[in-house]
């Protein structure tokens, strides 16, 4: 009996937080089906759905350009960051290193810093080797940034794997890289899904480091230009909703493509720890 009562308990505490989740994407949707500079007020349903916001939010906006460069960003920062925290992450995880506490320290240290804290001297550093107000200067920030969770993201991961797989395979003669290519990534994949997908999502929506770093509208990502959209029509409530909806929509689509590899690291990662 109690075990029902637990289960039901359960159920309704994820429809609650499912509601409070879903109600906030729904009201920003039916925003956007409203005509041009109406008043919206609550979850009210349009008299007549039409596309007209988003036509004109994509237009006014700019954001086949927003979109190209926030894209750009993201499938340079996902892969270099996954790549260099895998490795990282496997040494740290798998190999008794001299000082590997201190160097985990380090990365764990770099978890608490805020990008407030540090976006005014990384102007300046970016300014200084003549990659500021670049795409690339954004990317190499970005990946900076990400880099102190996604090693020990992958650290983790590594650590909890069953040490006799490398011992054994050191035995049959491996190297490390034989090891890492071969015996662990493909137990890591549903890892690396979740922090492909969660670097991805962080980089897409990185809003106040490219609004200091970049000045050249033409180079802004979509957070950024979403930004400035709101300064110019900050009345227009439907309109913005559309451009909101254009900005959110890319995220969705990729958090349904993976969703059941990055519940599944989630999962794992939950199990390990």
Known sequence: MSSKVERWCGLLVLLVLAVLIVIPFLSIFLASMQPA?????????????????????WTAAGFSTLLRNSLVVALL?????????TLAGYALGTMNLRGENAILLFFVAGLTIPVEFIVIPL????QAVGL??????????EIALFMPFSVYWMRNHFRA???????????DGASSAVILRAVLLPLARPALTTLAVLVFMWSWNQFML??????????????????FFVGQHGLDVPLL????VIVILPILLVYLIFQRSFIAG??????KG
Do not use: C, H, K
Request: proline letters at 6%; hydrophobic letters at 50%; aromatic letters at 4%.
């Open 37 to 57: 500079g109406s008043a919206v007020t609550g979850l009210s349903l349009p008299e007549e759905w039409n596309l007209d916001n988003y036509r004109q939010a």
């Open 77 to 85: 920062v996902v892969p270099v960051s996954v790549v260099l925290a």
């Open 123 to 126: 102007y300046f550093n970016l």
């Open 132 to 141: 500021g107000n670049s795409l690339i200067g954004v990317v190499l920030a």
């Open 161 to 171: 794997m069953p040490r006799e797989l490398v011992d054994a395979a050191r035995v």
């Open 210 to 227: 490219v609004l200091i770093l970049i000045q050249d509208p033409d180079s802004r990502t979509a957070p950024a230009g979403l930004g």
């Open 241 to 244: 909703s559309a451009g909101t």
């Open 266 to 271: 989630l999962l794992q990662g939950g199990l």
